[in-house]
């Protein structure tokens, strides 16, 4: 009789892991991840109509699927039928153009800040990077062997989808051609830069939160 609980017991435990299993793999298929989705999107019609208290979490889960689908794709052991494949693909786009989009006015306001930027400030940069990092001046081979390092990392950097910024991978490149040349480095730049790289992080987080908590109580 013991044996017969435990074989029972066994049976039982077995098929609710199979039933979990399959609710979990169905969410996964185009039309549970869609469903997901579009219940949240329904309750208010469109898109357009959901509250701003709710926006957050339907574009995170938007945003979510696109990347779930996007590993999936790349990801060797998982072999999907060309039907299935061509459907995650075309939900993945729609949800994309809902989610990764730079509204036209944010471009123009980008691109007149840099502008105005490099207006300001090009010469103090040029010097910085061409002078002083390196105890002599930067020379042709060694802009041009900093550029090409500067190109491909940030390339892969893409291909990957990691967080990289130019300036900084630009200028450590050049120290990598002043210390490949042995003509030195000025360590107070290179502390200088350091230190920068490293308070960016926080001062950004600091300003760009204090920004949306003023604007999201201002409009």
């Known amino acids: 009789m013991r044996r017969l609980f435990w074989l029972a017991m066994g049976i039982t435990i077995g098929a609710l892991v199979v039933r979990k299993l399959s609710a979990a793999a ?4 185009p039309r549970g991840i869609a469903g997901s989705i579009g219940d949240q999107v329904q309750q208010h019609d469109t898109l357009a109509k959901v509250p701003a208290a709710a926006v957050a979490n339907v574009r995170n889960d938007m945003y979510l699927a696109s990347e779930t689908i996007r590993l999936v794709d790349k990801d060797a052991h998982v072999r ?3 039907d299935t494949h061509d459907k995650l693909m075309a939900f993945k786009k729609n949800i994309d153009a809902a989610t990764k989009f730079i509204p036209l006015w944010v471009k123009v306001a980008v691109a007149i800040a840099l502008g105005l930027g490099t207006m300001v400030g090009w ?4 010097v910085t990077v061409g002078e002083k990092i390196g105890k002599t001046h930067l020379t042709y081979a060694q802009g041009m062997s900093a550029e090409l390092v500067a190109m491909f990392t940030i390339g892969l ?3 990957f989808g990691l967080p990289v910024s130019t300036t900084h991978v630009l200028s450590s490149g050049v120290a990598g051609t002043m210390a490949a040349n ?5 360590w107070a730049t290179i ?6 790289w490293v308070l960016t992080l926080p001062a950004a987080i600091l300003l760009s939160g204090s920004l949306y908590w003023l604007f999201a109580r201002l409009f």
């Open 123 to 126: 010469k103090r940069i040029v």
């Open 80 to 82: 999907l039928a060309a």
């Open 26 to 29: 169905e969410k996964m298929t």
């Open 191 to 196: 502390r200088n830069l350091a230190m920068a």
């Open 182 to 186: 042995r003509s030195g480095l000025q």
């Open 157 to 159: 950097a893409d291909n």
